[in-house]
C-alpha cells in the first residue's frame, strides 16, 4: 500500500489547484483522475487539429490569489480577448448588454413601452405586498424585472438549460447570478441608451491554446515536484474507521492500488462520494444523496468551410424552437484553437440529461441537427458547409437545484464535516453551480486548512467570485446567499 500526505481526487481545476499549491508548501500529494485527460469540464478537447473547450471559460476574476495562480502557471501565454455576445430570440439578434438602437428595432417601440410598464407593474406589487417573498425563479425575475422581460429573456433559455419550467426552480438561483442587474441596466439602459458599460467586462485573458493549457502545464508542475497525477483511475471505494478516512481503492485498468493519506481532498460529485464509503453511511445520508440531480452536456463541434462567420465568442439561443442552447465560435476565443484559418470551428452546446432523446441520440443523428440549426439561424452558415464535425457527450456538468436540492445537500454537508481528514472542494465536490475561479479558491483554502487553518468551505461566497461589476472591497464583504446560478443573459460562460 502507497502512502501519501494528501491524496486528492479527481485533476480538475480544484483538484489541479490543491496539488500545486501543496507542492509549493513542499508537500507531494497523488492526484487520482478516471479520465484520461486533466481539466474536468475545463479542459480542452482536441480532433484533427481543431481546439475546443466544453462550454467557454473566460479567465477573469476579482480574486486575487486565483489571478496570481494564473499567471504563475501560463506566465505570458495568455492573449486578450474582447469580450463580444449577443442573444437570438425569435428570428432577431439582441446585442448583450443590450442597446437603444438594437432593442427598440427587434422589440418595436410598443412592446418596449409594454415591457417598461409591465416592469412598473412588478414594482407597485412589490411595494403592495412587501412581505411575499418569492419562491421560485419564476417569481424572483418577475417581481423585479416584469412578467414581459422575464418571457423574453429569462424563462425560454432557462428552461432550455435545465430541463425543468422556470416555476419549480428555486429563487435562490436567480438571487444569487442575477442580483447586481436591475431594470436600468436591463431595460432602461435598452430603452434609453446605457449609462454605465462597466456592468460587464470588455475583454478577458484566455490561454492561446485554450484553457486545458493551463491544466495540463498545472498538471506538468506538480509532476516535476514529485507528486504524481494517475489518468485512467477510478475510485472505487473510500475506507473509513468512524470519522477517519483510512484508505482510497482506485482502479487503474486491470489493477487494484490502495492508497493511504494524511488527508483526503475530494473533487467527485458530492453523490459518488458517500456511494464510496467503507461501511457506507447512515441510510438518512444515501437518500439524501439519491435526491440530488445534475443536469448533463453535449458538445457538437463543427469544422464549416467558412473563414468567417459572426464576430461574437459566443450566442444565446433563447429561441425554443431550437434545440441548441448556446453556439461558441473558438476562433474568435484565439486563432490558435483553429488550425486553418480558412475555416471556423463552432461548438454547438445542448443541455441534456443522460438517457434522454438528446444525449441517446447518435453522433451522426447530432451533427445533422447541429447542421441544420446553424443553418436555420442564419449565422453564416450554408448548406454544404459543414465538412466535419466531432460529439463530446458531458456527464454531472450542472448541479440541479431544484426544490428539494438544499434540503438533500444540507444532510449531507452535515454529514462530511464529521470527518476530520476529509474535504470536498469544487463545482461537483460541493454540489454547487460555480466558476472556475471560486472552484479553485475552495480548493486554496483546503490547502490552507490542511496546513492548519480554520477555514469553512462551505460558507466561502461564491458571489464574490463572480460578478464583474465588484470592486475588490465588495469582494471581501460577507453576503448572505451562497449558491450560484447560470442567469440566461447575464451568465458567465
Not at 492508497?259 to 459518488?272: E, F, L, N, Q, R
Not at 443541455?351 to 447542421?371: R, V
Request: hydrophobic share 35%; proline share 5%; charged share 25%.
Amino acid at each position: 500500500m502507497n502512502r501519501y500526505p494528501v491524496v486528492i481526487i479527481g485533476a480538475g481545476p480544484a483538484g489541479l489547484t490543491a496539488g500545486y499549491e501543496l507542492v509549493k508548501q513542499g508537500i507531494k500529494p497523488i492526484v487520482l483522475e478516471q479520465s484520461d485527460k486533466v481539466g474536468g469540464i475545463s479542459r480542452t478537447e482536441t480532433y484533427k487539429g481543431y481546439r475546443f473547450d466544453i462550454g467557454g471559460h473566460r479567465f477573469f476574476t476579482k480574486v486575487d490569489e486565483v489571478q496570481q495562480f494564473w499567471k504563475e502557471i501560463l506566465e505570458d501565454e495568455f492573449i486578450k480577448v474582447p469580450r463580444l455576445s449577443r442573444i437570438y430570440y425569435r428570428g432577431k439578434f439582441y446585442n448583450y448588454p443590450l442597446s437603444l438602437l438594437n432593442t427598440l428595432t427587434n422589440l418595436g417601440i410598443i412592446p418596449s413601452l409594454f415591457v417598461l410598464f409591465s416592469y412598473l407593474k412588478a414594482k407597485i406589487k412589490a411595494r403592495l405586498q412587501p412581505h411575499l417573498e418569492p419562491e421560485t425563479f419564476e417569481e424572483w425575475v418577475t417581481d423585479r424585472f416584469g412578467s414581459r422581460l422575464y418571457r423574453i429573456f429569462f424563462k425560454t433559455y432557462t428552461e432550455k438549460v435545465w430541463g425543468i419550467p422556470c416555476n419549480k426552480i428555486r429563487a435562490d438561483w436567480a438571487a444569487q447570478r442575477i442580483q447586481g442587474m436591475s431594470l436600468k441596466r436591463a431595460v432602461i439602459n435598452a430603452l434609453f441608451g446605457s449609462q454605465n458599460a462597466k456592468s460587464l467586462i470588455k475583454e478577458f485573458d484566455y490561454p492561446a491554446l485554450g484553457p486545458g493549457m493551463m491544466w495540463e502545464r498545472c498538471q506538468e508542475i506538480i509532476e516535476s515536484k514529485g507528486a504524481p497525477v494517475h489518468l485512467n483511475t477510478s475510485v472505487t471505494r473510500i475506507e473509513r474507521d468512524g470519522t477517519q478516512i483510512k484508505r482510497v481503492i482506485a482502479q487503474q485498468g486491470d489493477r487494484t492500488i490502495e492508497i493511504s493519506g494524511d488527508h483526503v481532498v475530494s473533487t467527485m460529485p458530492i453523490t459518488a462520494l458517500v456511494r464510496r464509503l467503507d461501511p457506507l453511511p447512515p441510510d438518512y445520508v444515501l437518500e439524501a444523496a439519491q435526491g440530488l440531480k445534475y443536469r448533463d452536456f453535449l458538445i457538437v463541434s463543427l469544422i464549416v468551410n467558412r473563414e468567417n462567420l459572426f464576430p461574437d465568442n459566443w450566442i444565446y439561443i433563447h429561441s425554443p424552437e431550437f434545440k441548441v442552447g448556446r453556439i461558441q465560435n473558438f476562433k474568435n476565443w484565439s486563432p490558435a484553437m483553429v488550425p486553418d484559418l480558412r475555416k471556423t470551428c463552432l461548438g454547438m452546446e445542448y443541455f441534456c440529461s443522460e438517457g434522454d432523446a438528446l444525449w441517446d441520440m447518435s453522433d451522426t443523428k447530432l451533427i445533422e441537427l447541429a447542421t441544420r440549426e446553424a443553418i436555420e439561424l442564419r449565422i453564416g452558415v450554408q448548406v454544404g458547409d459543414v465538412e466535419d464535425g466531432v460529439v463530446i457527450r458531458q456527464h454531472k456538468a450542472y448541479p440541479v437545484y431544484d426544490g428539494e436540492y438544499r434540503k438533500h445537500l444540507k444532510v449531507i454537508q452535515d454529514y462530511l464535516e464529521t470527518f476530520d481528514n476529509l474535504q470536498t472542494v469544487g463545482r461537483n465536490g460541493m454540489h454547487r453551480y460555480n466558476n472556475q475561479d471560486h472552484s479553485m479558491l475552495t480548493a486554496m483554502l483546503a490547502v490552507r486548512n490542511i496546513l492548519g487553518e480554520d477555514h469553512d468551505l462551505w460558507n466561502v461566497n461564491t458571489e464574490r467570485s463572480y460578478h464583474e461589476e465588484f470592486t475588490k472591497e465588495e469582494w471581501k464583504k460577507p453576503r448572505k446567499d451562497d449558491d450560484s446560478y447560470l442567469a440566461p443573459a447575464v451568465s458567465k460562460v
